[in-house]
């Protein structure tokens, strides 16, 4: 991270109560988790399809699984989009994991793991970078909404990893806010290889890294050691539409 840039704080309490007052009416990462390079292959199970909301980081991914399953396959179910579902969510949302994406129009989360409306607590940036906003959006979903997995996307031929690498062979400038982007990204050039290939290898230090920082942050991490929440790095291929973990 650029050393310029202050790095955010844990949440204190007074943080918390004005967030949850704002919303009131309405970690070794992956822990404990056997994860492969991709996902299960068995994941569309009964207990992966059911209704009931996942409650802990292995049912929750499972969920994601047996979604993206459907999608590559296309045999999206466009779950979670009735009137009476439509309804209950006026009273209150409980989302089962929240995925920090890329802000690319060709990775929306929902379709990619064929979720519906209340399923999803959804945090997009160029990059997965962090910052304040990213963070707190996170903190409030696992603290406030109890979400046991957060899910880092990155994907294949991410834009905003290919500027960075760019910006630093060249030494030429970004324009205005894209260089903040660039400047968080920089710390995970991978300079062992060269091309396309130091573009590809970019896209998953990038992830790990952003993974790491967010289950070290204070107010997560204590949850991914008790086994209640699982940060977890994953990768989107654009060729096949199969997102894959990364360790």
Known sequence: MNSNTRRPAALQPSRRTLLRSAVAGTAAAGAGLALGPAFPAAAATPEAESTDRP???????????????????QLQEHPHESTALRRRLVLAQHPFAIVLGCVDSRVP?????????GDLLTVRSAGEVLDEAVLGS??????????????????????????????????E???????YLADQI?????????????VDATVNAHVRRVRGRLAAEPDLAGKVASGELAVVAARYELRDQRVRTLS
């Open 55 to 73: 409650v802990t980081p292995a049912q929750a991914l499972r969920r994601l699984a047996a979604g993206n399953e459907r999608w590559r396959r």
């Open 186 to 198: 920089r710390p995970s050039i991978d300079h062992g290889q060269h091309g396309e290939a130091r």
């Open 109 to 117: 989360p929902e379709l990619v793991f064929d979720q519906g409306l």
């Open 173 to 179: 400038p970004l324009p205005a806010h894209i260089q």
């Open 138 to 171: 996170i903190a409030y979903g696992v603290l406030e909404l109890h979400v046991p997995l957060v899910l880092v996307l990155a994907h294949q031929s991410c834009g905003a990893v290919a500027a960075a690498v760019h910006a630093d062979e060249t030494g």
